[in-house]
């Protein structure tokens, strides 16, 4: 992640698993120059393979040596015509970027290979002439450009601006967000049989027109894109202003690009010999030595720049004047990790940390669920310790939360809903309050005790059956960590475990259909 911090490198995002967002097609792959949360589609997290590697003298393509032999042999170079920086070479690495995410983008390699997409990695074929090479890559670097919203067509949509009488487009003059057409739904207002258009209200007189109900469906990771952006801010209780639409508008006109593009790439592979005559069959992976070899060198490589990144963050907490201690304190404080050393476990039992009673099941505040809530109740808790405020006052507590969750004033029924949960998150160990001062209380999982974290966790799990797959997150996001990660996770799994053996907890189906649900003679308190 920390190859992503410029904002000037590129990645690709993908998952592991297509099965676990239940998704078919496959379509667990972004583009990104920024890092992005774990959660970045719908479940199973998501891994970023940024295409260059910092290093102290410069920066090296995030490409193995017998990858990038086989794709100069396949394509007839030779070493000298491979410059990685180079863009005009015949062969550079955002080249080689641009092909590999025009592949995954084409519907018959996603129908050809549904079973292994759907439990694995997707795997690179080599392409079996300069033609085809050329042709996917072109594609390749528009999808892109889309997908990041550097397109010049792209940059050129501006709400209210001059466009095509039948391009998407705002209506209205109330920018509040009350609702949100459903989900795979058809949109309202719908002319035309095959390809239908609507228009997207988000209340009862404004939204967008022009919408195709085709676009308007189009889903990515799980997630139907169009939809997720609306409803997560009708859930934080904002209104759209000018940019929201421009932007809204952009990952429309992407959204409808994308759909043009994935045509032209079957079309550009049918062209060149289609599935497999247009890729090479004579350039089998490398053998296991090969990949061991070169895995050895990463992971020296790896050593060397975390020793240097180490030496880094001395530096710079030396020199800082607020004492930050690394460019990473607010990503580890959404996972809970910022801050000093550890409260001791004894501060943090049942009885001090959630005030003798356990979590209950997550509650709305203005669309916001318990975990979102709790975790912004943490966020801003720990970056007042970083300024050495010292901790803040219940009122100062309710305003920054406020804020943080996307309220530009805090209403009475809000400062009601957030002081009630700030009561919650005391209970809880979130927060400590000390003379009427709130800080932070336990500062990661390891300061829980676990017979605490056990009756928390049977609080969260109810007498209906809960997703295998959602309780690590739920479990985190309701003691306010951002997510489950290396740490929480285990400590989830083990108390299941535990549950389980006592009886509290009873589970059916296996992988990702695993499931569970506390069991009808157990009762735990609730807060």
């Known amino acids: 992640m920390g190859q992503l911090l410029g904002g000037d490198n590129l990645a690709v995002t993908v998952g592991k698993a297509g099965q676990v967002i239940d998704n078919n097609p496959w379509t667990i792959v972004a583009a990104t120059r920024q890092i992005t949360d774990f959660n970045f589609y719908r479940r199973g997290g998501n891994c970023p393979f940024p295409l260059w590697l910092s290093k102290e003298d410069g920066k090296v393509a995030n490409l193995s040596p017998s990858f990038l032999s086989t794709f100069q042999s396949a394509l007839n170079l030779t070493p000298s015509d491979n410059r990685p920086e180079d863009l005009t070479a015949p062969l550079h690495a955002e080249k080689i970027f641009h092909y590999l995410y025009a592949v995954l983008h084409s519907p018959a390699y996603r129908e050809r290979y549904a079973a292994f997409l759907r439990t694995d990695f997707p795997r690179i074929p080599i392409p079996g002439s300069r033609k085809v090479f050329d042709a996917l890559a072109k594609l390749g670097a528009e999808l892109v450009a889309w997908h990041l919203l550097e397109h010049p067509d792209a940059i050129n949509i501006v709400a209210g601006g001059a466009r095509s009488a039948r391009a998407a487009a705002w209506f209205g003059t109330d920018f509040a967000m009350v609702k949100v057409a459903e989900k795979s739904r058809e949109l309202a207002?719908?002319?035309?049989?095959?390809?239908?258009?609507?228009?997207?209200?988000?209340?009862?007189?404004?939204?967008?027109?022009?919408?195709?109900?085709?676009?308007?469906?189009?889903?990515?990771?799980?997630?139907?894109?169009?939809?997720?952006?609306?409803?997560?801010?009708?859930?934080?209780?904002?209104?759209?202003?000018?940019?929201?639409?421009?932007?809204?508008?952009?990952?429309?006109?992407?959204?409808?690009?994308?759909?043009?593009?994935?045509?032209?790439?079957?079309?550009?592979?049918?062209?060149?010999?289609?599935?497999?005559?247009?890729?090479?069959?004579?350039?089998?992976?490398?053998?296991?030595?090969?990949?061991?070899?070169?895995?050895?060198?990463?992971?020296?490589?790896?050593?060397?720049?975390?020793?240097?990144?180490?030496?880094?963050?001395?530096?710079?907490?030396?020199?800082?004047?607020?004492?930050?201690?690394?460019?990473?304190?607010?990503?580890?404080?959404?996972?809970?990790?910022?801050?000093?050393?550890?409260?001791?476990?004894?501060?943090?039992?049942?009885?001090?940390?959630?005030?003798?009673?356990?979590?209950?099941?997550?509650?709305?505040?203005?669309?916001?669920?318990?975990?979102?809530?709790?975790?912004?109740?943490?966020?801003?808790?720990?970056?007042?310790?970083?300024?050495?405020?010292?901790?803040?006052?219940?009122?100062?507590?309710?305003?920054?939360?406020?804020?943080?969750?996307?309220?530009?004033?805090?209403?009475?029924?809000?400062?009601?809903?957030?002081?009630?949960?700030?009561?919650?998150?005391?209970?809880?160990?979130?927060?400590?309050?000390?003379?009427?001062?709130?800080?932070?209380?336990?500062?990661?999982?390891?300061?829980?005790?676990?017979?605490?974290?056990?009756q928390h966790l049977l609080a969260l799990v109810s007498r209906k059956w809960t997703p295998a797959l959602d309780v690590p997150t739920q479990f985190a996001r309701s003691l306010g960590f951002g997510r489950a990660g290396p740490k929480i996770e285990p400590v989830v799994v083990s108390l299941v475990r535990a549950s389980m053996r006592s009886g509290d907890l009873e589970a059916c189906g296996r992988g990702v259909e695993r499931r569970y649900r506390r069991t009808s003679n157990r009762k735990v308190g609730t807060s």
């Open 189 to 454: 207002d719908v002319q035309g049989t095959d390809d239908k258009v609507g228009k997207v209200f988000i209340n009862a007189t404004s939204g967008f027109a022009n919408v195709r109900q085709s676009i308007w469906q189009h889903t990515i990771g799980g997630y139907q894109v169009l939809h997720k952006w609306l409803d997560d801010r009708r859930k934080a209780g904002r209104s759209l202003s000018q940019d929201d639409i421009t932007h809204w508008l952009r990952v429309y006109a992407a959204l409808q690009a994308t759909q043009k593009l994935m045509l032209q790439v079957d079309q550009a592979i049918e062209a060149n010999g289609g599935w497999p005559g247009a890729f090479s069959q004579n350039h089998p992976p490398p053998d296991a030595a090969t990949l061991a070899a070169e895995q050895m060198v990463q992971k020296e490589q790896l050593k060397a720049q975390k020793k240097a990144t180490t030496a880094a963050k001395k530096r710079a907490a030396y020199a800082s004047p607020t004492g930050a201690g690394s460019l990473f304190d607010d990503l580890e404080d959404m996972a809970g990790a910022a801050g000093g050393p550890d409260r001791p476990k004894s501060r943090a039992t049942p009885a001090k940390a959630a005030g003798g009673k356990v979590s209950g099941r997550a509650v709305q505040l203005n669309g916001l669920n318990d975990g979102q809530v709790m975790c912004a109740i943490r966020r801003v808790l720990a970056s007042a310790g970083r300024t050495g405020s010292g901790g803040l006052s219940r009122d100062d507590l309710i305003r920054s939360t406020a804020r943080e969750l996307g309220h530009a004033r805090t209403s009475p029924a809000l400062k009601v809903e957030l002081d009630t949960a700030i009561r919650r998150a005391v209970r809880r160990g979130i927060a400590e309050n000390s003379g009427s001062v709130l800080t932070v209380f336990v500062k990661d999982i390891d300061g829980y005790d676990r017979a605490f974290l056990r």
